[in-house]
């Protein structure tokens, strides 16, 4: 998102508020008239219609509901700004039905909006009328854990999206071909990591006599940071969509980037981009930019890269077979002995799917009962990827599943090359209980280097850090909710402490800020607690204690 785009979109986000507030909404009890509609707000993307697409026809006669869908984009700006727009006028509809990688409701959002009265509870209409998601509740805990406030309320419904190789996105791809013609082992600590990158910068691993290569590379995307620092303590911070730095100690919540361990990652790092062993673009470069390095025509210059998967720094497919040479390394064992993998919970938290008070009661029901109906593995394969033979098949004999230890429920079938999916089925928008076994049902080809059998590769790639997140450290700030009154306040101090981190471990990193010089830690340290370090801490140990 732009500046000038964020900045319109708390612009009305802010006359959201005030709007609502003036306009007396009624009570969260009291359901709204009955017109005969279901009116929602979701995005649609390119050649989907959602007020025809089968799915919403299928619905519509199984559950006696007449929906009518207000679409959005799925652009993510675009997005957010239309549904301010839509609670700011106070014609807003009686649901949203969201995508939460293009836009959802923040948990600060719905507890200032359920206080206004504009979402209602689900808590009744999940017990009476609701009980696959029940199910989904006593049977992931987690789960319920995300969906529930502090005050016992279900303001909305999250989607549980069990994304394996999400969970552990600071991985490093390494080319493995090079390690092979060089005669070197995969590195298991950051000395033998210096070696091999040394290897791969002064000895022409891609053969065209030329000192072309470039050993290490990243995106502002995929943080380089995290699967080194982990050698030396741990780091949850995976990538850009996951910034914290926050771990637990002892029950309480410390910032990891003011420890020793951290300094002494950074002086690690640090020597590593003096020695030339790391892009100077690494901390600056979007992903555009790292995979036009990934795909440089002729010779082949990439060495690795921390992304979260291969296909953000190269294409797949390439004539030269490249894209087939990297393999991912597990975590390096640091001096101290210290070997973790940066882990986070993929569900957004929040909620893609709210009632407001618009809704009559026969139409809560009947929205309540259409995401209960997905929740079923064999509803949500018609759900998200549309009719039997259309979006999906059958397994056949000798498929195998992408968990080996799941039998095999479908094999997708993706649109035709430069075709838009069929107006078929609701995608992203039903994968509200997509879980480890429903994901892991999904039938791949056992060959991880063909562009169909990508799935297993991150899926094997994975294992490599599974388990290896320090459990009594782990800082679920998804489940953590904050005081509506403190919300704003929150928001500021973590956007402005995490770009701080950010921006200072660039800046040690590449030798505009000495890590091992006392006076400029210490100011570095300084700072960070003038940003109100101690206050954000405070307000993020409350809202832990609060967790069940």
Same mark, same amino acid.
């Given at each position: 998102?732009?500046?000038?785009?964020?900045?319109?979109?708390?612009?009305?986000?802010?006359?959201?508020?005030?709007?609502?507030?003036?306009?007396?909404?009624?009570?969260?009890?009291?359901?709204?008239?009955?017109?005969?509609?279901?009116?929602?707000?979701?995005?649609?993307?390119?050649?989907?219609?959602?007020?025809?697409?089968?799915?919403?026809?299928?619905?519509?006669?199984?559950?006696?509901?007449?929906?009518?869908?207000?679409?959005?984009?799925?652009?993510?700006?675009?997005?957010?700004?239309?549904?301010?727009?839509?609670?700011?006028?106070?014609?807003?509809?009686?649901?949203?039905?969201?995508?939460?990688?293009?836009?959802?409701?923040?948990?600060?959002?719905?507890?200032?909006?359920?206080?206004?009265?504009?979402?209602?509870?689900?808590?009744?209409?999940?017990?009476?009328?609701?009980?696959?998601?029940?199910?989904?509740?006593?049977?992931?805990?987690?789960?319920?854990?995300?969906?529930?406030?502090?005050?016992?309320?279900?303001?909305?419904?999250?989607?549980?999206?069990?994304?394996?190789?999400?969970?552990?996105?600071?991985?490093?791809?390494?080319?493995?071909?090079?390690?092979?013609?060089?005669?070197?082992?995969?590195?298991?600590?950051?000395?033998?990591?210096?070696?091999?990158?040394?290897?791969?910068?002064?000895?022409?691993?891609?053969?065209?006599?030329?000192?072309?290569?470039?050993?290490?590379?990243?995106?502002?995307?995929?943080?380089?940071?995290?699967?080194?620092?982990?050698?030396?303590?741990?780091?949850?911070?995976?990538?850009?969509?996951?910034?914290?730095?926050?771990?637990?100690?002892?029950?309480?919540?410390?910032?990891?980037?003011?420890?020793?361990?951290?300094?002494?990652?950074?002086?690690?790092?640090?020597?590593?981009?003096?020695?030339?062993?790391?892009?100077?673009?690494?901390?600056?470069?979007?992903?555009?930019?790292?995979?036009?390095?990934?795909?440089?025509?002729?010779?082949?210059?990439?060495?690795?890269?921390?992304?979260?998967?291969?296909?953000?720094?190269?294409?797949?497919?390439?004539?030269?077979?490249?894209?087939?040479?990297?393999?991912?390394?597990?975590?390096?064992?640091?001096?101290?002995?210290?070997?973790?993998?940066?882990?986070?919970?993929?569900?957004?938290?929040?909620?893609?799917?709210?009632?407001?008070?618009?809704?009559?009661?026969?139409?809560?029901?009947?929205?309540?009962?259409?995401?209960?109906?997905?929740?079923?593995?064999?509803?949500?394969?018609?759900?998200?990827?549309?009719?039997?033979?259309?979006?999906?098949?059958?397994?056949?004999?000798?498929?195998?599943?992408?968990?080996?230890?799941?039998?095999?429920?479908?094999?997708?079938?993706?649109?035709?090359?430069?075709?838009?999916?069929?107006?078929?089925?609701?995608?992203?928008?039903?994968?509200?209980?997509?879980? +480890?076994? #429903?994901?892991?049902? &999904?039938?791949? @080809?056992? !060959?991880?280097?063909?562009? =169909?059998? %990508?799935?297993?590769? *991150?899926?094997?790639?994975?294992?490599?850090?599974?388990?290896?997140?320090?459990?009594?450290?782990?800082?679920?700030?998804?489940?953590?909710?904050?005081?509506?009154?403190?919300?704003?306040?929150?928001?500021?101090?973590?956007?402005?402490?995490?770009?701080?981190?950010?921006?200072?471990? +660039?800046? #040690?990193?590449?030798? &505009?800020?000495? @890590?091992? !010089?006392?006076?400029?830690? =210490?100011? %570095?340290?300084?700072? *960070?607690?003038?940003?109100?370090?101690?206050?954000?801490?405070?307000?993020?140990?409350?809202?832990?204690?609060?967790?069940?």
């Amino acid at each position: 998102m732009s500046p000038r785009a964020r900045t319109s979109v708390l612009a009305i986000a802010a006359l959201s508020a005030t709007a609502l507030v003036l306009s007396g909404c009624t009570s969260g009890n009291d359901a709204g008239e009955d017109d005969g509609k279901l009116t929602m707000f979701s995005p649609q993307g390119p050649g989907q219609d959602l007020n025809t697409n089968s799915y919403t026809l299928e619905v519509e006669k199984q559950f006696g509901v007449d929906l009518e869908f207000q679409t959005t984009s799925l652009d993510p700006a675009g997005a957010a700004e239309k549904r301010q727009i839509s609670l700011a006028s106070g014609d807003y509809p009686d649901a949203y039905a969201l995508i939460p990688w293009v836009e959802s409701f923040s948990q600060a959002e719905l507890l200032r909006l359920s206080k206004q009265g504009v979402v209602v509870p689900l808590n009744d209409l999940i017990e009476q009328h609701a009980p696959n998601i029940k199910a989904a509740f006593e049977s992931t805990p987690e789960l319920k854990t995300l969906a529930t406030a502090p005050d016992g309320n279900v303001y909305g419904l999250p989607q549980w999206n069990d994304c394996y190789h999400c969970s552990y996105g600071a991985k490093l791809w390494m080319n493995s071909a090079w390690l092979d013609k060089l005669g070197l082992q995969q590195p298991t600590t950051p000395e033998e990591m210096r070696a091999v990158l040394t290897a791969f910068k002064t000895q022409d691993p891609n053969g065209n006599g030329q000192a072309d290569e470039v050993p290490l590379s990243g995106s502002t995307m995929d943080y380089l940071l995290p699967f080194f620092m982990n050698a030396f303590i741990y780091d949850p911070a995976a990538n850009s969509a996951y910034p914290s730095t926050l771990a637990l100690n002892g029950g309480k919540v410390q910032q990891q980037a003011v420890q020793d361990g951290w300094r002494a990652g950074l002086e690690y790092m640090s020597s590593l981009y003096a020695d030339g062993l790391i892009d100077q673009g690494a901390f600056t470069q979007n992903t555009d930019a790292l995979n036009a390095l990934g795909d440089n025509a002729g010779a082949n210059i990439l060495g690795a890269a921390t992304v979260l998967h291969p296909a953000i720094a190269f294409t797949l497919g390439q004539e030269d077979g490249r894209d087939r040479q990297y393999d991912a390394v597990p975590p390096l064992t640091g001096p101290g002995g210290t070997s973790y993998a940066s882990y986070t919970q993929p569900s957004t938290p929040g909620a893609t799917f709210v009632l407001t008070n618009k809704a009559s009661e026969a139409d809560r029901i009947a929205a309540i009962k259409i995401m209960d109906n997905m929740y079923p593995a064999e509803n949500h394969v018609r759900a998200e990827f549309g009719k039997e033979g259309i979006g999906w098949k059958k397994p056949v004999a000798g498929d195998v599943a992408l968990d080996t230890n799941e039998e095999p429920l479908y094999n997708t079938i993706p649109a035709p090359s430069g075709e838009n999916p069929p107006n078929d089925a609701w995608g992203s928008m039903a994968q509200y209980f997509s879980n +480890a076994a #429903f994901r892991g049902a &999904q039938v791949q @080809p056992t !060959d991880i280097y063909e562009a =169909t059998g %990508y799935e297993r590769r *991150l899926f094997d790639a994975t294992k490599l850090y599974d388990g290896k997140e320090p459990q009594e450290q782990v800082f679920p700030s998804w489940s953590v909710w904050i005081d509506p009154a403190e919300a704003g306040e929150f928001a500021e101090l973590k956007t402005n402490i995490e770009n701080y981190v950010s921006q200072n471990s +660039a800046q #040690f990193v590449t030798g &505009q800020k000495d @890590p091992s !010089d006392d006076a400029q830690w =210490t100011a %570095y340290v300084e700072g *960070l607690e003038a940003l109100g370090l101690p206050r954000y801490l405070e307000l993020q140990q409350a809202g832990y204690d609060k967790v069940e």
